[in-house]
């Protein structure tokens, strides 16, 4: 990885460092893209395959329960929407085409839309059972699942829909890992690089914030994480982005020095 490096390997610094080291946590909370999966899993598989298909997915499928309660609200977001580039939609009945050009204008800005990113669980799910798409994770995943499983439990926090999260896990290239997760968090419990969302998910769980490790890619993640009192580590995996500064957390490049 691309870090700035202090003469010290960041495997041993982790090892020496880690705060899993000192006790073991109840909670291994867990990011998606970057930490256990490629980046490029997202990139080049998932957004491409939701941008190809939605507009047919919604012709296909706009009418069902799930997806009307998606659309109301995607129209409430469109709403609230700042952007004077933003597509509008009209209010009460916006056309099929404002829909698919606002839904197309997200995902080109990769926004957290908590609309889009159900909309897009429910395509990726069609995918998934076809065999479209297949959940592609980083090699040293598994056997931490199985590990961590022995002592804690382990959930998944994702920009990413709950439902993605588990198609993802369900149609993995190591098989159906769902047994292995406790639990999954998506944005509707809040934004990742706010505090509040992780005490919010502490509750959830029963445990402290101080009994949860975090794992992420995203410094800004992990600040948020450990302002709310949970311990953290920057996951780098081949393919991230280079960070220049970790802000103190602790480094891993394995899963298998946890």
Not at 65 to 71: M, N, S, T, Y
Not at 196 to 203: E, G, K, L, R, V
Not at 252 to 258: C, N, T
Request: proline fraction near 4%; charged fraction near 20%.
């Amino acid at each position: 990885a691309n870090l700035l490096r202090s003469g010290v390997s960041w495997g041993a610094r982790c090892k020496q460092d880690c705060p899993m080291n000192a006790a073991a946590a109840k909670v291994y909370l867990l990011d998606v893209e970057g930490t256990i999966a490629p980046i490029s899993l997202v990139s080049e598989q998932l957004f491409p395959y939701a941008r190809k298909h939605v507009s047919a997915f919604l012709a296909q499928h706009g009418i069902q329960p799930e997806v009307q309660a998606d659309l109301r609200l995607l129209a409430e977001e469109n709403a609230r929407e700042t952007d004077p580039q933003c597509p509008r939609l009209t209010a009460h009945e916006p056309s099929a085409e404002q829909v698919l050009a606002y839904l197309l204008w997200l995902m080109d800005r990769d926004r957290k839309s908590t609309a889009l990113k159900s909309l897009q669980g429910k395509m990726w799910k069609i995918g998934f059972e076809s065999g479209e798409l297949e959940g592609t994770l980083f090699a040293d995943v598994p056997a931490a699942l199985a590990r961590w499983k022995e002592h804690a439990r382990v959930a998944i926090y994702s920009s990413g829909s709950v439902e993605a999260q588990k198609q993802l896990f369900r149609y993995s290239t190591f098989g159906d890992l769902t047994p292995q997760i406790a639990a999954y968090f998506d944005t509707r419990v809040g934004a990742k690089v706010e505090h509040t969302s992780y005490a919010a998910i502490a509750t959830a769980l029963e445990v402290q914030p101080a009994e949860i490790h975090f794992c992420s890619d995203v410094v800004r993640e992990l600040d948020a994480a450990r302002t709310a009192g949970c311990r953290t580590c920057l996951v780098v995996r081949p393919g991230n982005a280079a960070v220049a500064d970790a802000n103190g957390h602790a480094i891993v490049e394995s899963f298998a020095l946890l």
